[in-house]
């Protein structure tokens, strides 16, 4: 062969020279499938499915929402404490100088009379 | 036989034994002669290849539930296939060859001619024995693609290669045959 054939060889004038016994592939997927062995399904295996097997995912699923809304609850919870906290805290140590409040009862124009009844009232 | 589609076989592959049973019949009856041809142009025997091929099919029913169909089945069956062959060249390497005559290793074009399934001229077997000096990769992305007919693209999938470095592995492939006919003359 010389490379004038080779270059058949790229144009696919391939020849198939082999041969095979008469009749084999007539008989080759029988033969084949004769040669398997046994072989049980992953997806066939008989699964006895029991009551408490059919209600536990749902029971997991139940048991996570609860626990989400318990962590959520326990967060939100401990935040508004803490602005409460924050906010009384504010409220108690707002402290007022002598000077201020004169100077603002003088500019409010309000008596003693006005001034205790206001302080009552307001539990001071 | 039922007829090939491969969305119904991969959906009966997961139902019980006998669909399983009919859907694999259906693969085997699809593939298994141009298989058959890929492994036997590697091993040139048809004792051998036909050993192979049995292999192939019985590695792929044991292991059909681990196909998860990301490729086709087709491209999955030439994997295995492939596997075997090389494996079974790679042993053959380390055995002592039975087939010897006074001055050693018979070579494979006298082989072939005393093949009773071989019927090429003197010109094929010496292509044969052309082919037989390639490496085994190099030797398969030929057969694949000269012999099979195969795309670059499917050849790709299979030995998981790139296309360009196929291209340039047939390309090696003929010129390493072009040259061995060379010599001859």
Redesign the interface.
Known sequence: ???E??YK??E?Q????????QGY?EN??Q???A???E??????SKIIVTPWMRIRPYLYAAAAFAGIFFCLKAAVGINSRNNEAQYAQAEETTIYSDEYIDSFLETAMINDYTLYYTLVESGN | MMAYDERRILEMLREDDISRRRAFESIVNNFSEQLYWQIRHMVLSHDDANDILQNTFIKAWTNIDSFMGYSRISTWLYRIAVNETLTFLNRQKTTVPLDTDEDGELSIADRLESDPYFDGDLTERQLQEAIATLPDKQRMVFNMKYFNEMKYEEISEVLGTSVGALKASFHIAVKKIEEYFNNID
């Open positions: 062969m010389k490379k054939s080779l060889i790229d696919r391939a020849r198939r020279p082999f041969t095979v016994p592939f080759l997927t033969n084949i499938m040669s398997l062995p072989q049980e399904s992953i997806y066939s």
